[in-house]
């Protein structure tokens, strides 16, 4: 398999370029599928050895917070448990079931304001690859255009030893830290101890060979100070292959691990990190962060147990919610059951 960098592009390949597509196989300009209230539908289901290079999907529908509400689910390989479970919305990069214009290396949504969804994650399968939407909103259809493109190959050498892709989604709302009053959350954010990382939000736990790739974070800040409501100082902490405390991957604070510095709320997009939504005034509101580990993936050859601290030493009680993205082989540890539709929807206010 050739990878995709500028100077390969002149490299002859001798494979096979297909797509799945919605197109209108009448012949019309209907390009699109209709999925009905409480029922979903296989939208790729290719046998053999290959690989899907590239995802685009745009949809609509009625019903409010519906990107919460329709689930993106991936076999590989005759697997029976899905090697991606996510909420459609926060795959493609931004959850909160919202939607803007943003460019990352892996993950793009392009206008009209960030509804169409671009995945260029590569995954590869050796037998068969599946890809399922399922629409969980109780009253309203949803319409959805979609293109899966990917190649196969003649021999499964071209795939050679690679890990086959997951996603999973995860939240913990809200996280167990103080109780946040109106007082000043700075004294919290900068005192007490934490030498076990217990008490941490898990991004992935995950148990094989493979590696992380990144993960999007969403946070729902909770606090009610008037000053310094800063929802950040958490370390990220990753364990691999069972490791004690403390890992041998230990950050400084959630600014930290996502690239960004000094209590950000300027919203920025770059190819491995990003900070999509920054929050409102004094950080409240609403907050989506990516970092991609593309240049400098996270290996592990038994286990792997990515967190980060809800603020410094887990003092901070917010919404979190996150999408890991990793390679590993096959069979993966089952993911937790997944939410109800009511579990899975945005907090309505930022303070409940």
Known sequence: MIGSSLRELPKLRDYKRKRESSWDRTGGNNDRIFIKPVSGQIIADVKGIGCITHIWITMDCKEKHFLRKVLLKMWWDNEEEPSVEVPIG??????????????????????????????????????????????????????????????????????????????????????QGLEHSEETL???????????????????????????????????????PLEWNWYGEGDDMIFIDGEKWPPSLHGTGTEDYFNTAWCPTQEFAGPYHGLLLGGGPNWSGKIALYRFHIEDPIYFQKSIKVTIEHGHANNRSDDYSSVAYWYQTEPHKKFPLMFSIKERMPRKKHVE
């Not at 493609?92 to 995945?119: E, R, V, Y």
């Open 90 to 175: 926060d795959f493609f990069g931004i959850g909160h079931a919202k939607t803007k214009n943003f460019i990352s290396l892996p993950l793009c949504m392009s206008p009209q304001d960030g509804k169409a969804f671009n995945c260029f994650f590569p995954m590869p399968f050796s037998k068969r690859a599946k890809i399922s939407v399922t629409n969980e909103c109780e009253k309203s259809g949803l319409i959805l255009y979609y293109y899966i493109d990917y190649e196969l190959y003649k021999k499964v050498e071209e795939i050679g030893k690679m890990g086959r892709f997951h996603a999973q989604w995860r939240r913990e709302n809200p996280c």
């Open 186 to 224: 700075h004294e919290p954010g900068f005192k007490g101890y934490n030498l076990t990382g217990k008490d941490n939000y898990v991004i992935l736990e995950a148990e094989g060979r493979g590696h992380y790739v990144g993960c999007v974070l969403n946070i729902e800040n909770l606090g009610k």
